[in-house]
């Protein structure tokens, strides 16, 4: 098992940064750890993905650029900082693990909580 636990959500205004942490406990060893979010009234979507042995990193086109994922493997903590935020941003912001290989957009056996986002104009 493996839980995972995110913080570092809140309002923030449009244009803004937030960093999202998302700490990892239990039996770590993942192949990808990823960010997921869902937007009010909408289904959950992928965000971002990082090989958790390091490297490669994925991002889903409307948060290139803006989006960074990383990773603490001495604190088994995983980042996102996101930067330039705009309204459509606001979500539920999951972290998750996968400990397959595979399509980094699905197919998470782990999921945390969720923490909140709100990005106003």
């Known amino acids: 098992q493996v839980q995972l636990v995110e913080s570092g959500g809140g309002l923030v205004q449009a244009g803004g940064s937030l960093r999202l942490s998302c700490a990892a406990s239990?039996?770590?060893?993942?192949?990808?750890v990823g960010w997921f979010r869902q937007p009010p009234g909408k289904e959950r979507e992928f965000v971002a993905a990082?090989?958790?042995?390091?490297?490669?990193?994925y991002y889903t086109d409307s948060v290139k650029g803006r989006f960074t994922i990383s990773r603490d493997n001495a604190k088994n903590t995983v980042y996102l900082q996101m930067n330039s935020l705009k309204p459509e941003d606001t979500a539920v912001y999951y972290c998750?693990?996968?400990?397959?290989?595979?399509?980094?957009?699905?197919?998470?056996?782990?999921w945390g909580q969720g923490t909140q986002v709100t990005v106003s104009s």
């Open positions: 998750a693990a996968k400990t397959t290989w595979g399509d980094v957009r699905v197919r998470y056996d782990y």
């Open positions: 990082m090989s958790w042995s390091g490297g490669s990193t």
């Open positions: 239990g039996r770590t060893f993942s192949r990808y």
